[in-house]
Nanobody, 123 residues
Framework: QVQLVESGGGLVQAGGSLRLSCAMS????????TGWFRQTPGKEREFVAA????????FYADSVKGRFTISRDNAVNTTYLQMNSLKLEDTAVYYC????????????????WGQGTRVTVSS
């Protein structure tokens, strides 16, 4: 089993920045890809970004490309999401996910989830 714990959410003005962290524990010898999703009330979880275990490949939703950066430090078992130029529509609960099987852009493909961290972007 793998446990994921997100942190770093909060309130930020539009145009500002936040960095989310996802700490992984448990079977960290599993060399698993990790990713970020977000969800707003009444909507399905939306893919944001993903990264391979090595960090050599990253993938982004079109809505965040050029503004968000996913990275990871395997020495401390942590994945990050640097969010710049935040917009009102980035407001959501952000979830860290681990170990996809199949289409990594679908939330249904991921095996492990964190509890989420709330990001609120104000005008």
């Amino acid at each position: 089993q793998v446990q994921l714990v997100e942190s770093g959410g909060g309130l930020v003005q539009a145009g500002g920045s936040l960095r989310l962290s996802c700490a992984m524990s448990g079977r960290t010898d599993h060399n698993i890809p990790t990713g970020w999703f977000r969800q707003t009330p009444g909507k399905e979880r939306e893919f944001v970004a993903a990264i391979t275990w090595s960090g050599g490949s990253t993938f982004y939703a079109d809505s965040v490309k050029g503004r968000f950066t996913i990275s990871r430090d395997n020495a401390v078992n942590t994945t990050y999401l640097q969010m710049n130029s935040l917009k009102l529509e980035d407001t959501a609960v952000y979830y860290c996910a681990g170990d996809p099987e199949g289409n990594f852009r679908s939330g249904r493909s991921w095996q492990f989830w964190g509890q989420g961290t709330r990001v609120t972007v104000s005008s």
